[in-house]
C-alpha cells in the first residue's frame, strides 16, 4: 500500500537529534491505530487485532451458523476482510468494534441467506405458551431447545435479535451494523418474536396430540 504523507507524518516518531522511528508499542495501541496501521501493510498490528478480536468474531459467528467448523470459516473470512478494507474503516463514523461486528454479521447473513432454513428438531421441547415473549427471550441461553428454535428465523430476524437481546445493543446501534433504520430493527424484532411464538405453539399443539 502506497503511504500518503499526511498519513506518514502521524505514523511517525523522530527522536530529535537520532533521527530513528520509535518502535509501535501495539499491545498498548488503542483498535483504531492498529487497524490504522493494518492499513499501511503492518502485519504485527493486524495480527495484535486477531489476538483481541480473534475470539469475539468466532463467538458471533457460532451464534449465527449451527454448524461450529461453519463458523469457524466464516470467522477467518471475517478477519481476512478486516484485513483487505482496513484503509476503509472511518473513526468517525463507526466505533471499531461496530464495524467488526458488521463484517462478520453479514458474512453470516449471507451464509444463511445460501442455505435452506432450518426445521425445529423433531425432539424439540416447547416452553409455556402462555408465556410473555420477553419472557420467552430471557430463558434463550438456558434453553439450547429454544436456541434451536431461535436459529431457525431468517438471517435477518436472528442477527437482531442476538444483537438487541443477547448483546444488548441498542436498536439505533443494531440498525448501524445490519445497515437499517431503527424503525427496520423494531420491525425485524416483532416478526421474529410473532414467528418464534407461532412455531412455539404449533410445535406444542403437535406435542400434545
Known amino acids: 500500500m502506497e503511504f500518503e504523507w499526511d498519513a506518514l507524518a502521524l505514523l511517525i516518531k523522530w527522536n530529535l537529534g537520532a533521527g530513528m522511528v520509535e518502535p509501535r508499542a501495539y499491545n498498548k495501541a488503542t483498535d483504531d ?22 475470539s469475539f468474531v468466532l463467538s458471533v459467528a457460532s451464534r449465527l451458523i449451527p454448524n461450529f467448523r461453519d463458523a469457524e470459516d466464516i470467522a477467518q473470512d471475517a478477519m481476512v476482510k478486516v ?13 471499531f468494534r461496530t464495524w467488526i461486528y458488521q463484517i462478520v454479521v453479514n458474512l453470516c447473513i449471507d451464509s444463511r441467506r445460501r442455505k435452506k432454513p432450518e426445521s425445529l428438531p423433531e425432539n424439540f421441547d416447547a416452553v409455556d405458551p402462555g408465556a410473555a415473549a420477553d419472557e420467552i427471550l430471557s430463558n434463550a441461553e438456558r434453553d439450547a431447545a429454544l436456541v434451536a428454535a431461535i436459529r431457525a428465523l431468517p438471517a435477518s430476524q436472528q442477527a437482531a435479535m442476538i444483537l438487541v437481546y443477547e448483546e444488548g445493543v441498542s436498536g439505533a446501534e443494531a440498525g448501524r ?21 407461532e412455531r412455539l405453539l404449533a410445535q406444542h399443539d403437535k406435542q400434545g396430540e
Open 177 to 197: 451494523i445490519l445497515g437499517l433504520s431503527a424503525k427496520a430493527i423494531e420491525r425485524l424484532l416483532a416478526r421474529a418474536r410473532t414467528t418464534l411464538r
Open 83 to 95: 484485513w483487505h478494507q482496513a484503509d476503509r474503516f472511518n473513526p468517525k463514523r463507526a466505533q
Open 33 to 54: 491505530e492498529l487497524l490504522f496501521w493494518s492499513a499501511q501493510g503492518d502485519r504485527r498490528a493486524f495480527d495484535e487485532i486477531v489476538v483481541r478480536h480473534g
